[in-house]
């Protein structure tokens, strides 16, 4: 039960953008401690290159994972790793994206972790064991839960069956929150969860967050401005 904190940290490489590093200290009831030199120098990954934008999940058997976004000579990517108690472990290879925004790491009820993130339109991606692949079973964007180009904030939660449900904001006029769930396709919630002024329905809207009652049934909650 003790916590857990990612962040972004100026490396030794320098303190610019493109030399922040993500780092990671867990509280072990005495001191916020590292795992494998996870909260300094440069952090987890060990490598060049810029990171940010970090997002943190925790599985029975997998135990810690952690996602964030890369920028560097192979371009944008998002790596995910796991500890596995003495080492910080590749979850197979990292995800290309050619425009990235938010992340967001959940984990299905099978173990499957499942990314999650927004920029050229917003998609999600599942582990099968051997590769990251969309839902939709692709990786196109038939496999993409919107291709709006202009998704920003996300939410991302996972049923007790194994299904994600995905929040955003997107459009490129009054900004609104949208919704769909995997049922065995990207579906909507309701009439226009994720069309026009979608669940918001009044624009200037962002920052959502979202969790799921006892019946799977979503709650939204955003700023409104």
């Not at 995800?95 to 790491?105: G, M, Y």
């Not at 499957?112 to 990786?139: E, L």
Request: hydrophobic content about 40%; charged content about 15%; some cysteine.
């Amino acid at each position: 039960g003790n916590p857990i904190v990612a962040f972004e940290m100026a490396s030794e490489d320098g303190p610019n953008l493109h030399n922040f590093k993500v780092c990671l200290r867990r509280w072990d009831g005495v001191a916020w401690a590292e795992l494998g030199g996870s909260g300094t120098g440069r952090g987890i990954s060990k490598s060049a290159g810029g990171e940010w934008h970090s997002a943190v999940t925790l599985d029975m058997v997998l135990g810690l994972m952690v996602g964030w976004v890369v920028e560097g000579s192979a371009g944008l990517q998002i790596p995910v790793k796991r500890w596995t108690g003495s080492a910080w472990e590749s979850i197979g290879s990292p995800i290309p994206v050619d425009r990235f925004e938010e992340l967001s790491l959940a984990v299905a009820s099978t173990g499957d972790p499942v990314v999650a993130w927004t920029g050229s339109g917003v998609n999600v991606r599942r582990w099968d064991g051997q590769f990251w692949v969309d839902f939709g079973g692709t990786a196109s964007s038939v496999g993409q839960v919107s291709t709006d180009p202009f998704c920003e904030d996300l939410a991302l939660c996972m049923d007790s069956m194994g299904n994600p449900s995905v929040a955003w904001k997107g459009s490129a006029g009054n900004t609104e929150i949208y919704f769909k769930r995997w049922r065995p396709t990207w579906a909507e919630v309701g009439p226009g969860s994720a069309s026009g002024t979608g669940v918001s329905n009044g624009g200037g809207s962002g920052y959502v967050s979202m969790a799921l009652d006892a019946a799977g049934f979503p709650v939204l909650a955003s700023h409104k401005g």
